[in-house]
């Protein structure tokens, strides 16, 4: 098994591109989440999917879209990227009854 | 307003002593609390977790202490060793069929040799 694999590990980005993190495992887990770190913070949810088919906000959504067409797969959309999305991302799948399994992270930095 | 407190940034001790990092929480409807160690440029790693029906639950030299009544958690790790230098994170698991977890601000542990 390669657990969660997140990519790119990084990427620059100008305000109002837009791009996709790609987020795969391999684990058959139902459910997966979106994350980001900024700097002195701990982790704020962004989406997160509990199956094939269904997602729901978390914390932080604006700004970013997902979706969930596979169980294996979740990517997230960036669309008109800005300065306040600069972050380190971090895709997770739930592994067993209440921990989550975290990718390497993406490291997203927006001029 | 943060469900998750972790009120020191940093922490620092030596080698073969006893570190002691703590988390406060506002939510008494949780199901269950974890610790994740997270080291530079990695995702972070889960270290152990604790139910709402316990109090106490100890693995290796890393034990975690629930307090309810004060909305208060601890991790002790005994003793420490220069590889247990990283950050932190505590979390709170809730949510049943919808179950996510939210995160402190972690807690940058330093052990010295």
């Known amino acids: 098994n390669a657990g969660v694999t997140q990519t790119p590990k990084f990427r620059i980005l100008k305000i109002g591109q837009s791009m996709t993190l790609q987020c795969a495992q391999d684990?058959?887990?139902?459910?997966m989440y979106w994350y980001r770190q900024d700097p002195g913070m701990g982790l704020k949810l962004i989406y997160y999917s509990v199956g094939a088919g269904i997602t729901d906000k978390g914390e932080v959504p604006n700004g970013y879209n997902v979706s969930r067409s596979t169980t294996e797969d979740f990517p997230l959309r960036l669309e008109l990227a800005a300065p306040s999305q600069t972050s380190v991302y971090f895709c997770?799948?739930?592994?067993?009854?209440?921990?989550?399994?975290f990718g390497a992270g993406s490291r997203l930095t927006v001029l | 307003d943060q469900q998750v407190k972790q009120n020191s940034p940093s922490l620092s001790v030596q080698e073969g002593r006893i570190s002691i990092l703590n988390c406060d929480y506002t939510n008494s409807m949780f199901d269950y609390f974890l610790w994740y160690k997270k080291y530079p440029a990695e995702g972070p790693t889960f270290l152990i977790s604790?139910?709402?029906?316990?109090d106490k639950n100890e693995d290796g030299r890393f034990t975690v202490f629930l307090n309810k009544s004060a909305k208060h958690l601890s991790l002790h790790i005994v003793p420490s060793q220069p590889g247990d230098s990283a950050v932190y994170f505590c979390a709170e698991g809730s949510g049943g069929s919808n179950y996510k977890l939210t995160f402190g601000k972690g807690t940058l542990l330093t052990v010295n040799p």
């Open positions: 684990m058959n887990h139902n459910y």
């Open positions: 997770a799948s739930l592994a067993g009854a209440n921990v989550l399994t």
């Open positions: 604790i139910s709402s029906i316990k």
